[in-house]
């Protein structure tokens, strides 16, 4: 097969792209990655609502990497109105990849009183149906929250049988895995839900599929997990029916860590890693304390809030109403261990105000919170990849949404592999 062109949606800083087309310039040799096959990014967008330019940092950091114009900065829903008007093109490609947010799914309307799916307005879900329903590319791959597989709490796993639905209706087969990227030798305990979907795909033996023959379970092996869960059951090419009717009465999620499904046959298992190679730890992304700015360190009067939000808790509090309760919580590591994979970094690692959440680490006797090159690095992003023009807050905050390079560039590489797109 020839080159394996890709659009990449919501692209953020450009994780999707580095990861697969991997990244060559002569002018950020310290940026080089390898690509995972032959795969050329063709077109992408990011664009944060409600459009106001002074939130558009990640866009601008995608464009000073790879070149002006190589990111479309609208919104996709008037994108693809325009598409669909022939007042604009999206140029050919034949894999379609984003990191879409966790919403509410529903369709507002039954196919049988709309001329398409009704979605519900403003949820990127149905962006992605829409560009799929116009081109149905051969390969998707995308990326979220493993919260997904249980929303919304009222109908369990609901979301996601209308996301299964739709590819179902499109004539796509999917495989979906829930990877702890700290499990797979990366150094950062981040869980995202991985989902693979391949157009017009020969018969699937679902089990088989799911244990040794998908594309998800050779770029991450596993094996069944020792509770030994599955489950089988179908999914409707009706998303409205999925809306209306899947999840009800369900305490949990059918819907497991790992699974396939082809022709709206669902197999699903919870699995485990088996993954025996080297590994990278917190420690290992660190920078040397002449490059950490003097912001970034905890000053000793400072120390005692810091204890106190990292710590256990049970506490009598009350609300505005005046109800007594109590509120509890578990200790969290601090300082954070430098001999494991961190803990998953999130948007609010930037600001020098005491957090539960934020990283710190001790180094050298002197504690500390995460320098940006360093979460860039958690992220399997080259150091100092979103270090132009951007503040620290904007970088961690890019950084805390990004996904971790390696884990699509895996999975890249077994698709190249089958696809006959290897160098």
């Given amino acids: 097969m020839a080159t394996i062109r890709i659009a990449e949606l919501f692209a953020g800083v450009g994780g999707f792209r580095l990861g697969l087309d991997g990244y060559d310039n002569p002018e950020h040799p310290d940026f080089h990655m390898e690509p995972a096959g032959d795969f050329r990014t063709v077109w992408a967008n990011q664009w944060e609502p409600n459009g106001q330019d002074s939130k558009q940092f990640a866009w601008r950091c995608y464009e000073d990497r790879f070149g002006a114009g ?3 900065n609208e919104d996709i829903a008037v994108v693809l109105d325009q598409v669909d ?5 999206i140029p050919e490609f034949d894999m379609l990849v984003g990191g879409f947010p966790c919403q509410d799914y529903s369709v507002a309307k039954p196919l049988s009183l709309a001329k398409g799916i009704d979605g519900k307005k403003g949820v990127l879900w149905w962006s992605i149906n829409r560009l799929l329903e116009m081109r149905h590319p051969k390969y998707v791959l995308l990326e979220n929250v493993d919260r997904l597989l249980k929303s919304p709490s009222a109908q369990r796993g609901r979301d996601f049988a209308i996301i299964l639905s739709c590819l179902y209706r499109l004539g796509y087969s999917v495989e979906w895995r829930v990877i702890n990227a700290g499990e797979y030798g990366m150094p950062q305990r981040r869980r995202r839900v991985y989902i693979y979907a391949q157009h017009d795909a020969p018969q699937w033996d679902l089990k088989e599929r799911l244990f040794g023959t998908g594309v998800e379970a050779r770029a991450f092996p596993a094996e069944l997990d020792v509770k030994q869960q599955e489950e089988t059951f179908n999914i409707s090419d009706d998303p409205y029916a999925m809306t209306e009717t899947f999840g009800k009465g369900l305490a949990v999620s059918p819907f497991l860590n790992a699974g396939v499904m082809q022709n709206g046959m669902v197999f699903t298992a919870r699995v485990q890693s088996t993954y025996t190679g080297p590994g990278r730890n917190l420690g290992d992304v660190l920078v040397p ?6 912001q970034f360190f905890i000053a000793p009067e400072k120390m005692d809030s810091w ?3 990292k710590g256990g808790k049970r506490e009598e509090r009350t609300a505005r109403t005046g109800y007594t309760y109590f509120y509890s919580e578990g200790p969290v590591a601090f300082p ?3 001999d494991k994979p961190s803990r998953t970094i999130l948007t609010g690692e930037g600001g020098a105000g005491a957090s539960r959440t934020k990283h710190v680490v001790e180094q050298e006797g002197r504690y500390r919170r995460l320098v940006p090159d360093e979460l860039d690095q958690l992220q399997c992003f080259p150091k100092g990849w979103t270090g132009d023009g951007m503040t620290d807050g904007h970088r961690a905050f890019c950084m805390g949404n990004a996904l971790v390079t390696e884990i699509p560039h895996r ?3 077994v698709i190249a592999h089958d696809a006959g797109a290897t160098f």
């Fill in 70 to 72: 190589s990111c479309v």
């Fill in 289 to 294: 304390l002449t490059e950490v700015p003097a």
């Fill in 336 to 338: 954070d261990p430098l």
């Fill in 307 to 309: 204890t106190y939000l």
């Fill in 85 to 89: 008007a022939g007042e604009r093109e």
């Fill in 411 to 413: 999975i890249g590489q």
